[in-house]
């Protein structure tokens, strides 16, 4: 289930949980959510905004790439196989869904199980909150619609692979061995795995930088489309990550019509794992209530946000701040960190600008006041000759070395000999 640790679960066993006792299966991200969703689906088109757009096409193709990739190591010589994916509790994961991916295991193993943690409501609501507002979800706050459907979730699992062979766990780290989910989630598995190599990552936004990317949604130009936005965002996202502050925390009088309205649901997830849901937590003062109280900021996030644009005169005395003001200098902070990352940006009406030759050599000349005297079209021509001279050798070699900048990898694409995959890994500094 989604908010339960599982990043921190992923990012662990992603590279070190591979020995004759337990593999974790390599899919191209620690979460498998993306390799999953990509193989069982039929219209991607819905989800265009946090996809690369070349995955709308040859879409059978990637299936059957995918479907080779997990044979080959599920006829390894592993005793178990592990695959990790919050997607697999969301509604998009039908019944029917369960089944065909229990057909495919079951071709190369004796059986399959499914174990998971959930997460009592409030605490879940949010934490989904945030998620949706990380992927793009215009701002709105609907206290009913992020109620987590507990049985809608687990129940498929139960009718398909049979109650006895799913295992589902209270996400309470009070509990936990150590206080750590890996270790717990080990502990339960029976999973040998060293405390050194565990990974945690918190993903968690302040209330402060919640109110902000709440704005940005509700009054911004939107997520965007292509690669360059989701790179964008994320880039957005891990700059307001940075912005401490309060947790944030909905208000009972928000929240409680809607655990009342779902009592039976409850009733049902609390009777499936065996202990109480209960929140005993005492009222925020600043609690969220309604949209409204994201739109009212501190003034030390306000002075942050100036200090992220190099501007103090923003928040000067007797400047009025509104949502949409707030927006507007999120926006241009989006557009600041990807010129420093060399990314194509999108304009204030929501378009985004080509990157080409030209462009990538004013955000160079941008970078680097040494190239300042070179005229444009010198710089266009001494990229365009770079990059044609790197394609010359790509042609003739697999793992094309550029001191100082990187390497150029390149691999067959598909079942084509003559289309390439070219990769570049950037040397470290």
């Known amino acids: 289930m989604f908010k339960t640790g599982s990043s921190s679960i992923q990012h662990s066993f992603a590279e070190q949980l591979g020995d004759q ?66 997607w ?51 701002g709105q706050l609907n206290f009913a619609k992020l109620y987590p459907r507990y049985r809608e979730r687990i129940e498929k699992f139960d009718q398909v692979l049979g ?29 040998d795995f060293p405390v050194a190599d565990i ?43 940075q912005l401490k502050g309060r947790k944030l925390r909905f208000s009972w009088s928000a929240v409680s019509p809607v655990l009342e309205a779902n009592r039976d649901d409850i009733h049902w997830i609390e009777e499936r794992v065996g202990v109480s849901l209960d929140e005993n937590e005492p009222e925020s003062p600043d609690a969220v209530k309604s949209p409204e109280d994201l739109l009212r900021y501190s003034p030390e996030s306000l002075v942050w946000l100036a200090e992220q644009l190099g501007d103090a005169s923003l928040v000067s005395d007797g400047v009025r701040i509104t949502p949409k003001k707030v927006a507007v200098w999120l926006h241009k ?26 462009t990538l050599a004013g955000l160079v000349k941008q970078a680097s006041p040494t190239l300042q005297n070179l005229s444009d079209a010198d710089t266009d021509l001494l ?33 084509k000999k003559t289309a390439k995959k070219i990769t570049f890994h950037i040397k470290k500094t």
């Open 21 to 86: 006792h337990w593999h974790y299966l390599k899919l191209g991200s620690p979460n498998h959510g993306g390799a999953f969703s990509r193989l069982f689906a039929e219209d991607l088109s819905a989800r265009r905004h946090v996809i690369f757009e070349s995955d709308l096409q040859g879409l059978e193709a990637k299936k059957l790439k995918l479907k080779k990739r997990l044979a080959k190591q599920l006829s390894g010589t592993a005793e178990n196989f592990l695959a990790s994916a919050e």
């Open 88 to 138: 697999f509790s969301s509604n998009a994961f039908k019944p029917a869904h369960v089944a065909q991916l229990q057909h495919l295991f079951l071709d190369y193993v004796d059986q399959v199980e499914a174990v998971g943690y959930i997460r009592s409501p409030k605490a879940y609501m949010e934490s989904a909150f945030q998620e949706t507002l990380k992927h793009g979800a215009k």
């Open 163 to 191: 109650k006895d062979k799913v295992r589902v766990w209270k996400f309470d780290p009070s509990t936990f061995y150590n206080g750590c989910v890996v270790q717990e989630f080990c502990r339960q598995l029976q999973i």
């Open 199 to 241: 990974k945690r990552i918190n993903e968690s936004l302040s209330y402060e930088a919640t109110a902000f990317l709440y704005t940005y949604r509700a009054y911004g130009p939107g997520f965007g489309e292509g690669i360059a936005a989701i790179a964008e965002n994320k880039l957005l996202i891990a700059r307001l990550a």
């Open 333 to 358: 902070l989006r557009l600041k960190l990807a010129q420093e990352a060399g990314l194509a940006v999108m304009a204030a009406d929501g378009k985004r600008s080509r990157l080409t030759v030209s």
């Open 383 to 415: 990229l365009s000759e770079a990059f044609k001279h790197i394609i010359g050798r790509i042609d003739t070699d697999n793992n094309v070395l550029v001191e100082g900048l990187g390497v150029f990898k390149t691999s067959e694409k598909g079942d």
